[in-house]
């Protein structure tokens, strides 16, 4: 299956094979086809996500997304090599402009591009976009547990 010209390869309860978070906090619903060390996610809004407040997603749950969307990634690779996904922590948000807060019931599309890998760290940068309109842009520090 297909969605905005992008190949799904995990959706739903299938989601949990590539990132350790677990119900309510699951901040993916769909995973595409990455494009090298590009990953793709999207995620659409429901009113008893956490980090819903007064009808919009939170600044702090677009970085959440982001941050799942590189898990994923991560979770992929590893599984394409028989691994089990790794967990990864943020070590630190930089970089990051706020434009506009996503609503409940709407859709987001999210894309992370690793930057940099350095043995158990990597810089990532992520954007969130809405209807081709940016939400949200940052880097994020990420360690790997190994």
């Not at 309860?13 to 060390?37: N, S, W």
């Not at 990953?39 to 970085?63: H, W, Y």
């Not at 994923?72 to 990864?88: C, D, M, S, T």
Request: net charge neutral; glycine share 6%; hydrophobic share 40%.
């Amino acid at each position: 299956m297909k969605d905005n010209y992008r190949e799904i390869l995990f959706s739903g309860d299938e989601i949990l094979k590539l990132i350790p978070q677990r119900p309510p906090f699951v901040f993916i619903d769909k995973f595409y086809m990455p494009l090298a060390d590009t990953f793709f996610s999207s995620l659409t809004i429901t009113p008893d996500n956490p980090f819903v407040k007064e009808g919009s997603m939170q600044e702090s749950g677009l970085f959440e997304n982001i941050a799942q969307t590189a898990a994923a990634g991560n979770g992929y690779k590893a599984r394409v090599n028989n691994a089990e996904p790794p967990l990864g922590f943020i070590g630190a948000i930089k970089k990051s402009r706020l434009y506009n807060l996503p609503v409940s019931g709407s859709t987001i599309q999210t894309r992370v591009k690793i930057i940099s890998e350095l043995m158990n760290a990597m810089v990532a940068e992520g954007e969130i976009f809405q209807e081709n309109n940016i939400l949200l842009s940052c880097q994020l520090n990420i360690f790997l547990k190994s």
